[in-house]
Antibody
Framework: QVQLQESGPGLVKPSETLSLTCTVS????????WSWIRQPPGKGLEWIGY???????NYNPSLKSRVTISIDTSKNQFSLELSSVTAADTAVYYC?????????????WGQGTLVTVSS | QSVLTQPPSVSAAPGQKVTISCSGS????????VSWYQQLPGTAPKLLIH???KRPSGIPDRFSGSKSGTSATLGITGLQTGDEADYYC???????????FGGGTKLTVL
């Protein structure tokens, strides 16, 4: 059974960098694409970007200047960094196994982690 | 606002059928596969439909997906109170080179 678990600080100060890690179990991280998606409180889903095990990435243009997704195949983990955060970045952040290209869907999702941006 | 357009809410009685629409354009729905997700309160989204009309293992055939042109539809038959949730459509947008979602539809089973 494929499982994903997000981890990282739940509180980040404005202008600082949000950092989260997703640990994958039950599947090799070399098997697929892997995505980050977020959901502000009471709002809809926003795709942040994906990474392939080769390190190839694709980011949402609206966040591209601030986002970095990286992968550690030795730990079966991938990570998200979002710089210069503001209150608008407060959201539940999900990681997911992602079908890439024109397929573009997540079949396994983590439970999500709430990140609040506040001083 | 969202690239894909969904009605904010739909409702129907238990046992009835409901459809949820998702409207886009040629750069997204018109030329890429559509997926649908169910999000129960306080939980992560769950994949219901992928590649327009395929159900993952374990998803009952009460849930179905279809697509025509630049619009897609999720159908749910035999409504149950446990189906009350938010439903999202998603696809790839070739012009944006990004994944996109609809704004979500809240289903109420009266």
């Amino acid at each position: 059974q494929v499982q994903l678990q997000e981890s990282g600080p739940g509180l980040v100060k404005p202008s600082e960098t949000l950092s989260l890690t997703c640990t994958v179990s039950g599947d090799s991280i070399r098997s697929s694409y892997w995505s980050w998606i977020r959901q502000p409180p009471g709002k809809g889903l926003e795709w942040i970007g994906y990474i392939y095990y080769t390190g190839s990435t694709n980011y949402n243009p609206s966040l591209k200047s601030r986002v970095t997704i990286s992968i550690d195949t030795s730990k079966n983990q991938f990570s998200l960094e979002l710089s210069s955060v503001t209150a608008a970045d407060t959201a539940v952040y999900y990681c997911a196994r992602w079908a890439g290209g024109g397929y573009s869907y997540g079949d396994y999702w983590g439970q999500g982690t709430l990140v609040t941006v506040s001083s | 606002q969202s690239v894909l357009t969904q009605p904010p809410s739909v409702s129907a009685a238990p046992g009835q059928k409901v459809t949820i629409s998702c409207s886009g354009s040629s750069s997204n729905i018109g030329n890429n596969y559509v997926s649908w997700y169910q999000q129960l309160p306080g939980t992560a989204p769950k994949l219901l439909i992928h590649e327009d009309n395929k159900r993952p293992s374990g998803i009952p055939d009460r849930f179905s997906g279809s697509k025509s042109g630049t619009s897609a539809t999720l159908g749910i038959t035999g409504l149950q109170t446990g189906d009350e949730a938010d439903y999202y459509c998603g696809t790839w947008d070739s012009r944006l080179s990004a994944g996109v979602f609809g704004g979500g539809t809240k289903l109420t089973v009266l």
